[in-house]
């Protein structure tokens, strides 16, 4: 049931992607789970995190897709494609900070390392 939502996450975010089909949204997914380290029928998978995760992907594919993006100028129109390319990067570096996010959340809180020289410790006792 989770890989069913996800890729219809992915559907509804990646609509009018060039590019995407259903078959590649299914390999994102099934790669995304697989790097988070669990099966696609695990119960403790978190959607959420797997979402975000096979959108960097699609959006990586999409960007290798556009690179060879172009310029392209006539008498009275200019048509410019260039930066397609570092849309969709930037794109995708931002659905991996969510996916670290996510996945941060679906661990439960954060943790802080003890500083080395204790400094703010005497002050509590």
Do not use: C
């Amino acid at each position: 049931m989770a890989v069913q939502n996800i890729e219809t996450w992915l559907k509804s975010r990646l609509e009018g992607v060039p590019g995407v089909t259903d078959e590649k949204i299914a390999v994102w997914v099934i790669e995304a789970i697989s790097e988070m380290g669990y099966l696609s029928d695990d119960p403790n998978l978190d959607d959420n995190s797997a979402f975000h995760l096979a959108l960097s992907y699609a959006y990586e594919n999409a960007s290798q897709t556009e690179a060879g993006a172009f310029r392209f100028t006539d008498k009275d129109q200019t048509v410019d494609k260039t930066n397609v390319f570092e849309n969709y990067r930037t794109l995708a570096a931002m659905a991996r900070k969510d996916y670290r996010k996510a996945r941060r959340r679906a661990r439960g809180g954060q943790y802080h390392v003890r500083r080395a020289d204790e400094r703010g410790e005497a002050d509590e006792r």
